[in-house]
T-cell receptor
Framework: EPEVTQTPSHQVTQMGQEVILRCVPISNHLYFYWYRQILGQKVEFLVSFYNNEISEKSEIFDDQFSVERPDGSNFTLKIRSTKLEDSAMYFC?????????????FGDGTRLSIL | GESVGLHLPTLSVQEGDNSIINCAYSNSASDYFIWYKQESGKGPQFIIDIRSNMDKRQGQRVTVLLNKTVKHLSLQIAATQPGDSAVYFCAENAGSARQLTFGSGTQLTVLP
């Protein structure tokens, strides 16, 4: 069964440094998403991406965040200058375009630890 | 603001019994709902979905019920197994990009 893959599984970074989290969505999917989950809390939407541009973003997704689809397979989330409160699990998800009511499929996440 | 939430944070059931996990939502405009299972160290795993024009949908050992009158969603797991132990989230499809709004999650523990 095709799956969303994310790398790295764990990233440890000093506060103020840039990080790039990587995702390979399911190959025939056209909508891509990033979510985060702070330890013990619910999963929160960050940003959605379609047709090579951001389609929606939440209040969390401020100027420090950016997303990119540099080639036909990868989808990345960059945090320009990390803060302690950026420590969380970051999940990538994708879904097919066909029909608006299609489930999103998630990767196993990247655990980001900011020191 | 409108949100999706869960009634119980934890649920313990005996192996072989049926489990029922509940969810309340407040956005009456929501038209699509999904149940996800999250095991430790893993991402949310799709279990079952339901559109708002339905009130019941069945999968393998799982059934989702939707009551739009009271804005309530439930997940029923038949013959619960140890492998069903996980956190279960309901999620609501919202927004123009169909981004998900998740509930807080219910920890299901299956007792031997």
């Amino acid at each position: 069964e095709p799956e969303v893959t994310q790398t790295p599984s764990h990233q440890v970074t000093q506060m103020g440094q840039e990080v790039i989290l990587r995702c390979v969505p399911i190959s025939n999917h056209l909508y891509f998403y990033w979510y985060r989950q702070i330890l013990g809390q619910k999963v929160e939407f960050l940003v959605s991406f379609y047709n090579n541009e951001i389609s929606e973003k939440s209040e969390i997704f401020d100027d420090q965040f950016s997303v990119e689809r540099p080639d036909g397979s990868n989808f990345t989330l960059k945090i320009r200058s990390t803060k302690l409160e950026d420590s969380a699990m970051y999940f990538c998800a994708s879904r097919e375009e066909t029909g608006s009511n299609q489930p999103q499929h998630f990767g196993d996440g990247t655990r980001l630890s900011i020191l | 603001g409108e949100s999706v939430g869960l009634h119980l944070p934890t649920l313990s059931v005996q192996e072989g019994d049926n489990s029922i996990i509940n969810c309340a939502y407040s956005n009456s405009a929501s038209d699509y709902f999904i149940w996800y299972k999250q095991e430790s160290g893993k991402g949310p795993q799709f279990i079952i979905d339901i559109r708002s024009n339905m009130d019941k949908r069945q999968g393998q050992r799982v059934t989702v019920l939707l009551n739009k009158t009271v804005k309530h969603l439930s997940l029923q797991i038949a013959a619960t197994q140890p492998g069903d132990s996980a956190v279960y989230f309901c999620a609501e499809n919202a927004g123009s990009a169909r981004q998900l709004t998740f509930g807080s999650g219910t920890q299901l523990t299956v007792l031997p």
